[in-house]
């Protein structure tokens, strides 16, 4: 009687577990689509991303989320004319790197000799605004920026609230199990909760992997920048002719010889003409004396 009775139980709990996994598993499955009409949360990671992943934290799920404490998810694209492709690359990593960010990935190819390149860093979302202004000032010109931004608060208080269901569900096991091997010993009732037990981890593990992934994007919002080659600044027909630099030049001799001028203009105003004043005065009031005498001395013969 008492092994029907323990089997009977055994059932009764996988069945309320497999009703649980049920109820569990299209919330789970629904919260990894963006709702529609609405843009993806972020790019699925790509290789490398997921060495800057942090270890789950436990956040407190249960904390009440007030209207200044909602879960945004915010991304950013541009596309950039740069005069250098490499190096814009290369000051696009010194500034995520400066505000605490890291590189996602980095691709770079040739497009008829020219250059191209594409890059997508995450920077934390409060310095989100001066990262792009940053970037932005790396350009010769600004082609395109879009961004979108995504409240995930529910979708995170959801999974919170299915996260502590099973893992009260899983501690119930846990003391179903120790009774089974304590009243019954036998390995086939043994074996029953343990195939529910390891079930209730691994939804438990999908869960705190999918609060884990809303939490990293809120924290770290993804930029994805497109690098385009500045045609006038590429060299034409591989003869190392640049016409923005000739036209640079041009301009900067010109510049540098108004500001000769000016320059010699200030200096002569300021300096020159007011020291010869100062030697020519003594000799005109000299020349003066003299002239002044030879006509007293001319009226006197």
Known sequence: MKTTRLTALICTWVMVLAVAACAASPALQSSEKSPPGRPAIV????????????SYTGSDVNSDRGADDRMIVRTASLSLVVADTDDAV??????AGSHGGYVVDTHLWRDDEQLRGSI?????????EEALGQFKSLAVKVE?????????????????????????AEEELRELLATVRQRTGKA???????????????QIEQL?????????????????????????????????????????????????????????AIVLVLYVAPLIALILFPL????????????RGAAKG
């Not at 395109?144 to 009260?168: F, I, K, P």
Request: aromatic share 6%; charged share 25%.
């Open 284 to 295: 005109v009031v000299i020349w003066l004396g003299w002239q002044r005498w030879r006509r």
């Open 90 to 95: 290369s000051k696009i990593k010194d500034i």
């Open 208 to 264: 705190k992997g999918r609060m884990q992934y809303l939490e990293r994007t809120a924290a770290m919002s993804a930029v994805a920048i497109e690098l385009i080659p500045d045609v006038l600044a590429q060299p034409i027909g591989g003869t190392g002719w640049r016409p923005s630099e000739t036209v640079a030049e041009a301009l900067g001799s010109l510049l540098r010889t108004l500001r000769f001028l000016v320059d010699a």
């Open 43 to 54: 790019p699925e990671p790509v290789v490398g991303e997921s060495a800057q992943d942090a």
């Open 188 to 202: 086939e009732d043994i074996l029953a909760v343990h195939r529910e037990l390891t079930s209730i981890r691994s």
């Open 144 to 168: 395109r920026e879009t961004g979108a931004s995504q409240d995930v608060t529910e979708d995170y208080t959801d999974l919170g609230a299915r996260l502590l269901n099973l893992e009260a």
């Open 120 to 128: 997508t860093v995450r920077v934390p979302a409060d310095s989100l």
